[in-house]
């Protein structure tokens, strides 16, 4: 075999290479796109919860009107940054709904007829259960930037990145925990 012979098969096989990792590093990123689009699924199924919960809980309190108001307005706070592309932005206010959604088995217990109510409870319900599916959608969301990360920092995926950076160097916000939460998780000590 000549020279060019070799040459040409270390070509097409560089070649073949670059393209899977190209491939790889692609899916990764539409991982990472999807997984956003998981928690966007659970920050809208949580917004439709609150506002069935709180048409139920109408008879019952007027917490519900200063409720639905702070709900709707952190929504549309949160819509009006993902729209403008304010990843931090949008993060903060979902934050603060998570926050109000916490404190509603506080309104539930001030309110016996209330916790009687079957439609209540189960929204109730509901409304614990997208919490926990969007805690699990933000870690996912999460773990597939970190993933992606370490994978395009590798040594030769560091390489195809430069090449390829308009396509391969995207930059993710990581969907953390409000300030106090942290705090409140590293403040936990077991009673006792």
């Known amino acids: 075999m000549s020279f060019f012979g070799i040459l040409i098969i270390i070509l097409v096989v560089a070649a073949i290479y670059f393209v899977s990792i190209y491939n790889k590093l692609i899916g990764m990123i539409e991982a990472v796109n999807n997984d956003k689009k998981q928690i966007d699924i659970q920050l809208d199924r949580r917004f439709k919860v609150f506002q069935s919960l709180i048409e139920v809980v109408k008879k019952y309190m007027d917490y519900e009107k200063s ?3 702070d709900v709707v307005a952190l929504r549309n706070k949160a819509t009006a940054a993902k729209d403008a592309g304010d990843a ?3 993060m903060a206010a979902e934050n603060q709904i998570s926050s109000i959604a ?3 088995n506080v ?5 016996p007829d209330l916790k009687a109510n079957q439609n ?4 109730q319900e509901e409304i614990v259960n997208t919490e926990n599916k969007l805690a699990y ?4 969301f999460n773990d597939s930037i970190e993933k992606y990360y370490a994978t395009k920092k590798s040594f030769v995926e560091s390489m195809v ?4 950076a308009g396509k391969l160097d995207k930059t993710f916000e990581y969907w953390s925990l409000p300030e106090e939460k942290i705090q409140e998780q590293e403040d936990y000590t077991v009673k006792l």
Request: no cysteine; charged share 15%; hydrophobic share 40%.
């Open 67 to 69: 409720t639905l108001k």
């Open 88 to 90: 931090k932005g949008q």
């Open 102 to 104: 916490s404190g509603i």
């Open 107 to 111: 309104v539930f217990e001030q309110y």
């Open 120 to 123: 209540a409870l189960q929204l």
């Open 137 to 140: 959608s933000k870690q996912a």
């Open 161 to 164: 990145v430069s090449l390829a």
